[in-house]
């Protein structure tokens, strides 16, 4: 059956059409970096990408919040070292000051030490993360103790979202980090002061056993907090592990393999050489069969 030049020539221009087509859709893969980008390139390619993203979204929120967690909880252990610190001063004092062969006037000079120590371990129990009282509870507008010593926060705990669904709470509450049954650290220290300015040794005495039990809840809740920043070290090594895979999953399914892309579209390049040649010398030999 002969073969007329207006099949030839509609045949040359389909393969060049396609040959052209491939070219754009490999030129766009390597100038984006991606060999998705419209649905009709890989449409389950394209939605598995899409959920990938979801959860790489869902698992950076998550990494902002255990930073902001770590944040509060570590600033909670170093005002609770802090306290700690100060209450053990005060102990040693009130050894000290409960000896018979204390002076009133060593005792005198002892409380002024006190009253430093009981106004700075208040001032603890004020600390700010930015403008937020952080032993207040939900009330983080409100200074957690007032000039009685009563706590005006709430027992509320501030919970963040560490996973799809999980939660930990970020604060320690004013009443568990500066009380111990029922009295605050402040009308501990206070009591001890009005004991020493008193020259008081039986009252100085009872401060000693106060203080022995707000030491050991203060120990409790640097092991809390000191628990908590533990378990968020393990999240954050989890969840850059799975953020790592997420990555890969998503780079796998979108990402264009540029030395493969690159071979593909110099194939085909040299094969629309290839064709345009063998194109030109069959039309021209149709031609000059017609003109025969």
């Avoid at 129990?125 to 032993?135: A, D, M, N, P």
Wanted: net charge negative; glycine share 4%; no cysteine.
């Amino acid at each position: 059956m002969r073969i007329t030049s207006f099949s030839i020539f509609n045949q040359l221009t389909k393969s060049l059409q396609e040959g052209m087509n491939k070219m754009s859709v490999l030129s766009d893969r390597l100038s984006t970096g991606k060999k998705i980008n419209k649905p009709s390139d890989d449409v389950y390619g394209m939605m598995r990408a899409m959920s990938y993203k979801v959860t790489l979204n869902e698992m950076d929120q998550y990494s902002k919040n255990l930073d902001d967690a770590e944040s509060q909880l570590a600033l909670t252990d170093t005002i609770m070292s802090s306290v700690a610190s100060a209450i053990t001063r005060a102990r040693e004092l009130a050894v000290q000051a409960s000896s018979g062969t204390q002076t009133a006037a060593d005792r005198a000079a002892v409380a002024a030490e006190i009253a430093s120590l009981r106004d700075e371990v208040l001032r603890l129990s004020e600390t700010k993360l930015g403008e937020r009282y952080i032993f207040s509870g939900y009330k983080t507008d409100t200074e957690p103790f007032d000039a009685s010593y009563n706590y005006t926060g709430d027992a509320n705990e501030i919970d963040v979202l560490i996973d799809r669904d999980s939660t930990m709470a970020v604060n320690i509450i004013g009443t568990s980090a500066f009380s111990y049954g029922g009295e605050t650290y402040f009308e501990t220290l206070d009591d001890l002061y009005n004991g020493l300015v008193n020259n008081d040794q039986s009252v100085i005495q009872s401060s000693i056993t106060a203080l022995d039990n707000a030491l050991g809840q203060t120990t409790n809740v640097q092991a809390e907090v000191g628990a908590r920043l533990n378990n968020l070290d393990r999240l954050r090594s989890t969840l850059q592990e799975r953020d790592a895979s997420f990555k890969t999953l998503l780079s796998d399914t979108e990402d264009t393999d540029i030395a493969e892309t690159i071979s593909e579209l110099t194939k085909i390049q040299v094969s629309l050489e290839s064709l345009r040649a063998s194109g030109a010398k069959v039309l021209s030999q149709s031609l000059l069969d017609f003109l025969r």
